[in-house]
């Protein structure tokens, strides 16, 4: 997906930015992965035959939403974070460098996964295969959200965080709707109502008490899978600490029945189906803004995630 964001570098400073974790080991290949929608990443080869993938952050000055402010940090720190616990398949970062000094952005370096991502092979697989895959996933992120945190909210900005979730949640949300209005992007629902609607669930929020890591973003494209099992979750960037029916396996909107199986919550009370309608919300306002802010090459990203707001927003008012 060609995007705003990405921070594509020549083949010179790329064998620079190689240089400084892997010398005297050189750069003698590279190659794009075209996969990402946020960061630009590459598969590099070194003059070992080993490979590496490396990550670029938007150059600076790039416009991004607020939500996506120092998210490289966020992504090395919860990539350390997961690779201490058994049983969480992650890649492990081999280098991350955010002096600036070799270009103009931070970067890092992780290790390549075995396998693809399920995203291009799920068409391939049988109906078993694939459920197998989605339980196992559940049974992964079980253990993401088992890793408590220090308080709720994004890692790396401190003026959205705080011991409470309910205020934490609000102010998050609250930002993507002025995001909308910076980007003059029409989300098609009311926000006042929104938030006066918000403000009267808030005890369903109170609910939630222990701070948790939550990838958010473990969709199809970032589940890696070889010979049928998962061998991978890439993609820590969006990564909040949070309610763990945040996660977008979670959401109402889809059918994540498999998941939920191997996660071992199959069922949802009257207030947790609330709060995930809520998260419905906050995904789709920040999906809907995505055209906007990264200027894609199609508007499909809107018409999709502002027609479904519209829908979710509706359930909420009822």
């Known amino acids: 997906m060609e995007s705003l964001t990405k921070n594509r570098q020549d083949k010179e400073t790329l064998g620079r930015m ?4 892997f010398a005297p080991l ?22 070992n035959g080993r490979e590496v993938i490396l990550k670029v952050a938007p150059p600076a000055g790039a416009r991004i939403m607020t939500c996506e402010k120092n998210i490289m940090r966020s992504e090395v720190q919860a990539m350390e974070k997961v690779s201490a616990v058994e049983g969480i398949p992650a890649p492990k970062v081999l280098g991350f460098d955010e002096s600036c000094q070799i270009c103009e952005a931070p970067y890092f370096f ?3 996964l075995s396998g693809r991502s399920l995203s291009t092979v799920k068409d391939t697989m049988t109906a078993k295969a694939q ?6 996933t559940g049974r992964i992120i079980r253990r993401v959200n088992a890793i408590t945190c220090p308080c709720f909210g994004y890692p790396e900005q401190p003026a959205f965080q705080g011991m409470e979730w309910f205020p934490v ?10 995001d909308a209005a910076a980007g003059q992007v029409d ?8 938030l006066r609607l918000l403000e009267k669930d808030r005890d369903v929020f109170a609910e939630v008490t222990k701070p948790c890591l939550v990838h958010w973003d473990c969709w199809d494209g970032n589940i890696f899978v070889e010979s049928e099992r998962v061998t991978g979750i890439i993609d820590w960037e969006r990564c909040l600490w949070a309610d763990p029916l945040m996660e977008v396996n979670f959401r109402t909107y889809g059918d994540n029945t498999w998941f939920r199986k191997g996660y071992g919550w199959e069922q949802f009370t009257d207030s947790e189906y609330r709060r995930a309608l809520w998260y419905d919300i906050y995904l789709l306002i920040l999906a809907s ?9 199609t508007m499909d990203m809107y018409r999709w995630a502002a027609g479904l707001l519209a829908e979710q927003f509706g359930k909420l008012a009822l």
């Open 26 to 47: 050189m750069m003698t290949d590279c190659e794009e992965l075209t996969e990402g929608y946020f960061n630009v990443a590459y598969k590099l080869c070194l003059s």
């Open 131 to 136: 459920r197998e895959v989605y339980e196992e």
């Open 289 to 297: 803004l995505e055209c906007e802010y990264r200027q894609y090459n």
């Open 18 to 21: 190689a240089a400084k974790f």
């Open 110 to 112: 992780m290790e390549v």
């Open 169 to 178: 949640f609000r102010k998050m949300l609250e930002a993507g709707i002025r």
């Open 187 to 194: 989300l098609k629902i009311p926000t006042g109502e929104l």
